[in-house]
Structures are given as structure tokens and as C-alpha cells.
């Protein structure tokens, strides 16, 4: 009987630790893309019920998140009016509403924030995984190390994922 084995290899161009959660987070990201691949505008933008996010929202809600945490907390910067923009910066679930976005724009747009992001962390090395970086959103200042940005990056994308994978099997009636 053959066995098959599966791995995680780290991602090349990165110092070896880093190249493992880079890793991590593409592979949590492709299941996202294939997850929304075969979307319709209409599925994209239907809210389910009231309290529920569309699938684009949510979607668009990933791509903030993963822009912010890394270009502005981890480059330590305030991030500019044409970058909250491009990242659809409180644009997501703050105004959810139908905007005619197809697959192929949300995972163009999850796809070049992830460049941007992986281009600025190629770098840095392992050690500043431990290295602790201020968040200002919110109420109050918290500090996070890279590695807890790292891990929580993987598993927002993943939480949101399994949201979106249940509201379209809801839409679609599976």
C-alpha cells in the first residue's frame, strides 16, 4: 500500500522560519481562492440575512486586515489615503454592498496585497519574529511580535474562510 505524504516546505527567498509561515498562509490562502473561484457577482455580493456578511465583504474584510497588519503595524507607518483605498481600508463589512466585484477581482486584489506584504517581510529575518510591533487601532496601543502577526494572519484566513465557505453553501442550497 503506498503512502502519501503531506508537508510544508518553506517558501524560498525568505529566512527559513519566515519561509515556513509564508508557507502556511499560502496554503490557507489558495483553499480561500479556490473557494471563491467559481462565484458569480450576484453570489459575491448576497447577504444571506441581515446579520450576515456578503462573501465579498468578507473577502474585502481579508484584504484590509492583511494590508494594514503588515504595511502599516509591521512597516510602522500610517498608511496613506490612496493605500486605505487599494486595500478597501473600513470598505468591507463597515459597507457592504453590492458592487458588481467578480472572483477574479477579489482574488486579484487578496493576490497583490500578499506581494506587497511577502516583498516587504523577504527583508527580514528570523529574528525579528520575536521583535514586537505596536497596533494603534482601536482604543488602546497593543504589541504583537511577528510571529503572533504571522499565526493570527494564518488563522483570520482561515476563520473567514470556513464563514464563507458556509454562506455559499447556504446560497447555493448545499
Known amino acids: 500500500m503506498e503512502i502519501q505524504k503531506y ?8 529566512s527559513p522560519a519566515m519561509g515556513y509561515y509564508i508557507a502556511g498562509f499560502e496554503y490557507a490562502r ?4 479556490d473557494m471563491i473561484r467559481d462565484l458569480t457577482p450576484v453570489e459575491i455580493a448576497t447577504r444571506t440575512m441581515p446579520e450576515i456578511y456578503s462573501i465579498g465583504a468578507i473577502t474585502l474584510h ?8 503588515i504595511q502599516s503595524v509591521v512597516r510602522e507607518r500610517e498608511l496613506s489615503e490612496e493605500e486605505q483605498k ?6 468591507g463589512m463597515e459597507n457592504d454592498v453590492d458592487r458588481g466585484f467578480d472572483a477574479d477581482y477579489l ?3 487578496l493576490d497583490a496585497i500578499s506581494q506587497l506584504n511577502h516583498d516587504h517581510l523577504k ?3 528570523d529574528k ?6 505596536i497596533s494603534r487601532y482601536g482604543e488602546r496601543n497593543q ?3 511577528l510571529r503572533e502577526i504571522l499565526q493570527r494572519r494564518i488563522d483570520h484566513e482561515a476563520n473567514h474562510r470556513g464563514q464563507m465557505a458556509m454562506i455559499k453553501r447556504m446560497i447555493r442550497g448545499r
Open 123 to 125: 527583508t527580514m529575518d
Open 7 to 14: 508537508g510544508i516546505e518553506p517558501v524560498a527567498g525568505f
Open 86 to 91: 487599494f486595500a478597501h481600508m473600513f470598505d
Open 30 to 33: 489558495s483553499r480561500t481562492r
Open 128 to 133: 525579528m519574529l520575536d521583535r514586537f510591533f
Open 143 to 145: 504589541e504583537f511580535s
Open 62 to 69: 481579508l484584504c484590509e486586515c492583511e494590508y494594514y497588519w
Open 107 to 109: 482574488i486579484g486584489k
